[in-house]
Nanobody
Framework: QVQLEESGGGLVQAGGSLRLSCVAS????????MGWYQQAPGKQRELVAT???????NYVDSVKGRFTISRDDAKNTVFLQMNSLKPEDTAVYYC???????????????WGQGTQVTVSS
């Protein structure tokens, strides 16, 4: 199994910054894609950003130029640097990794429990 521990959420004023971190642990054999998703109240969970093992990134249009995703494979960690935050960025942010473990020979998605980000106007 893979456990994901997120940190870095909180309350910030509009225009401020936060840095989210997510550490993966467990019987990990290999991690491919890592990413962040958001879920605002009353809405479905949506993609924010992903990053491949080769460092290729993908962002939802609403965060392009403001958010930066990165990863540290030596520490099984993915980051989300969020700048110029807006009230509409308020949501629970979930870490997602696609990984293979020593027990599971195929890749599957794992999710963190989420961290709240609240941006006040």
């Amino acid at each position: 199994q893979v456990q994901l521990e997120e940190s870095g959420g909180g309350l910030v004023q509009a225009g401020g910054s936060l840095r989210l971190s997510c550490v993966a642990s467990g019987s990990i054999r290999y991690i491919s894609r890592m990413g962040w998703y958001q879920q605002a109240p009353g809405k479905q969970r949506e993609l924010v950003a992903t990053i491949t093992t080769g460092g290729e990134t993908n962002y939802v249009d609403s965060v392009k130029g403001r958010f930066t995703i990165s990863r540290d494979d030596a520490k099984n960690t993915v980051f989300l640097q969020m700048n110029s935050l807006k009230p509409e960025d308020t949501a629970v942010y979930y870490c997602n990794v696609n990984a293979k473990t020593y027990r599971t020979p195929t890749f599957r998605d794992y999710w963190g429990q989420g961290t709240q980000v609240t941006v006040s106007s």
